[in-house]
């Protein structure tokens, strides 16, 4: 089975303009996380909309493709980046793999973790990950995405809401009565269920909960999900920067 890894890339950022160029300990967040994805995978493209950031990768050495500035979404831009590449290598890839372009601690294990979905089961359209929520009050925060599984571990639903709802008990004590899990925005997709999802149009349950991988399941796609454990984490704004570098890089890449 042939991956191929895309980490779709913008330059604007509302909270964090510039983000993909932000320099980390001498390399620039892009160049740490196309570093990260190739210690797990032979082929990784970085896909963007900006002469900038194509500078910057081929600066250190990486695979960039151009693509359109009116994608709704990184998995529309992997969808046109993933025929680009496929074009340009003259490779034909069955799964593509959408690496956040905003986390440069992202462990390769990760990415081992999300290739078992389709290797260990041929059935697999789409995957990503999820992991245990361990404090109670994680629960409610709606910055942290809960997601509920069925018994073959594909997600039946993903919502900022605390769910599913614990009735009966205090919510206090919710973490006590469930395992609960959080969603960790990693996506892989077969390269042609890739590129169904992106001519689906927009749902009213992803507009409400502002969760994309709603408009998938509404449109009857599963998703499959594996479990891991690794403390990842995004760099959303500067500060969340300042706080990754002064608490020491190191203990990420080893």
Known sequence: MNFIGIIPSRYESTRFPGKPLADICGKTMIQRVYEQASKAMEEVWVATDDVRIVKAVKYFG???VMTSLNHRSGTDRCAEAAIKASEITGKKFDVVV???GDEPFMQPNEIELIRKCFTGSPNTEIAT???????NEDIFRPDM???ILDN????VYFSRSPIPHIFGIEESKWLENYTFYGHVGLYAYRFDTLQKLAKLSEV??????SLEQLRWIE??????????????????????????ISGGIEKYYR
């Open 62 to 64: 990486g695979n960039v």
């Open 98 to 100: 959408n690496i956040q």
């Open 129 to 135: 990950l999820i992991q245990p929520i361990l404090k």
């Open 145 to 147: 995405v809960k997601v």
């Open 152 to 155: 073959e571990q594909n997600a």
């Open 204 to 209: 009213k349950l992803e507009k409400v909960e």
């Open 219 to 244: 449109n009857g796609f599963r998703i499959k999900t594996n479990i891991t454990d690794s403390d990842n984490f995004g760099i959303d704004t500067p500060e969340d920067l300042e706080r990754a």
